[in-house]
């Protein structure tokens, strides 16, 4: 079964959004009082989450045995991790003992290397807290690994095809014999793990300085809006110059092979890229959409 991986990994992970808690722990020592006023203050969602254990969280999830969604989605729109500077999460980032397993967290990744499987987790945990207190988007470029740091951007190789992208650990597994990271179902999807359920990977991990005064402007984030895809360079031209002047932004045209993709921007300012897009789409290009790239110093 394509799936068999998954079964094995999903019967142990339970605890993946249980250890974003574990930290606050000593709380659940004071769990009487605290109890009553939940029942009467609507704290009763919390306490259960503070207090829970694997056992008790049988059906928490909506389905049983994790799944892919039920329709695949593009390759061509799977952008990598883009990593940038960002403080260690207060969630998440504690050493903790698992099934009499320690584990102690690596607070010191830069030049962090390891080899070993993938496994990949999806529709199962949609939706449902990562050990950080993040929500799981099994559509992001994200992953679970035991012991680095919470955020860490990794770069995955998968050795078996030589396939390669950028993902950012916001999770904490797989706590499995031999696997050392967990894929969500994008990041799987561009590594061509769905079939296989595992793959022999390396995964490096991408040190992102503490931006300075001077380096600031090249942290910024940039967006880009690909509007469509022609083979015909003198129309692409034509009409990046009419989209130019019509909503008053830049526009560039991006060769790859034979075709020519028409772009605007680049963005600064995520609420204007996305009030383009939509004036975009009303004048017949609704396939437009937004892409993220860093800002080249």
């Given at each position: 079964?394509?799936?068999?991986?998954?079964?094995?990994?999903?019967?142990?992970?339970?605890?993946?959004?249980?250890?974003?808690?574990?930290?606050?722990?000593?709380?659940?020592?004071?769990?009487?009082?605290?109890?009553?006023?939940?029942?009467?203050?609507?704290?009763?969602?919390?306490m259960n989450g503070c207090t829970s254990s694997p056992d008790s969280q049988s059906g928490r999830y909506d389905i049983n045995d994790d799944i892919a969604p039920d329709v695949p989605i593009s390759v061509e729109h799977l952008e990598d991790a883009h990593p940038k500077y960002e403080p260690y999460s207060l969630g998440g980032n504690s050493d903790y003992t698992l099934r009499g397993e320690d584990y102690?967290?690596?607070?010191?990744?830069?030049?962090?290397?390891?080899?070993g499987k993938a496994s990949w987790y999806g529709k199962k945990f949609h939706g449902h807290l990562t050990s950080n207190g993040e929500v799981y988007d099994m559509y992001s470029m994200s992953a679970a690994h035991k012991t680095l740091p919470i955020p860490s951007y990794v770069k995955v190789?998968?050795?078996?095809?030589?396939?390669?992208?950028?993902v950012r650990v916001?999770?904490?597994?797989?706590?499995?014999?031999?696997?050392?990271?967990?894929?969500?179902?994008?990041?799987?999807?561009?590594?061509?793990?769905i079939r296989t359920g595992t793959a022999n990977v390396e995964i490096e991990v991408i040190t992102v300085d503490i931006p300075t005064d001077e380096n600031k402007k090249a942290a910024l984030p940039q967006y880009i809006i690909q509007v469509a895809t022609s083979q015909h360079q003198d129309r692409s031209e034509k009409l990046a110059s009419e989209l130019s002047k019509e909503l008053s932004v830049k526009?560039?045209?991006?060769?790859?092979?034979?075709?020519?993709?028409?772009?605007?921007?680049?963005?600064?300012?995520?609420?204007?890229?996305?009030?383009?897009?939509?004036?975009?789409?009303?004048?017949?290009?609704?396939?437009?959409?937004?892409?993220?790239?860093?800002?080249?110093?």
């Open positions: 079964m394509i799936f068999n991986a998954m079964s094995d990994y999903a019967k142990s992970s339970y605890t993946k959004s249980n250890y974003a808690m574990n930290s606050n722990a000593q709380h659940a020592n004071k769990s009487s009082q605290l109890k009553q006023l939940a029942l009467m203050g609507g704290l009763v969602v919390l102690k967290i690596i607070h010191d990744s830069k030049g962090f290397t390891e080899k190789t998968n050795t078996d095809n030589n396939k390669s992208t950028i916001n999770d904490r597994g797989p706590f499995h014999e031999g696997r050392i990271i967990d894929l969500s179902y994008a990041a799987a999807y561009k590594l061509d793990v526009t560039f045209l991006q060769p790859v092979d034979d075709k020519y993709r028409l772009m605007l921007g680049p963005f600064h300012d995520y609420a204007l890229t996305q009030e383009k897009l939509e004036q975009v789409k009303l004048m017949g290009y609704p396939s437009a959409y937004i892409k993220k790239h860093t800002l080249t110093r």
